[in-house]
């Protein structure tokens, strides 16, 4: 069942970071409804919001995100009704 949800990741401050992540959501044909990307302390602090993603396709995402080597930490946010 599809849901509402944010992935938010920490990255080394490199291009390819970045790009990799973006790449992830190509990959499974997501369109996000927002993505905000800063450079914050050293890092890439991404935030990709979904309108509607499915559970699968959720679980999947933050998998290979997390498999990226420059990704330090990355989490899915399910807002609270």
Do not use: Y
């Amino acid at each position: 069942m599809p849901f509402p949800c944010r992935l938010l990741v920490e990255a080394d401050p490199c291009p390819q970071a970045l790009l990799r992540v973006l790449g992830l959501v190509a990959q499974q044909m997501l369109e996000p409804a927002k993505l905000t990307a800063d450079r914050e302390g050293g890092c890439w602090r991404l935030e990709i919001a979904f309108d509607d993603l499915p559970e699968p396709k959720a679980e999947l995402l933050l998998a290979k995100t997390e498999a990226i080597v420059a990704v330090h930490r990355a989490r899915l946010v399910v807002p609270t009704p």
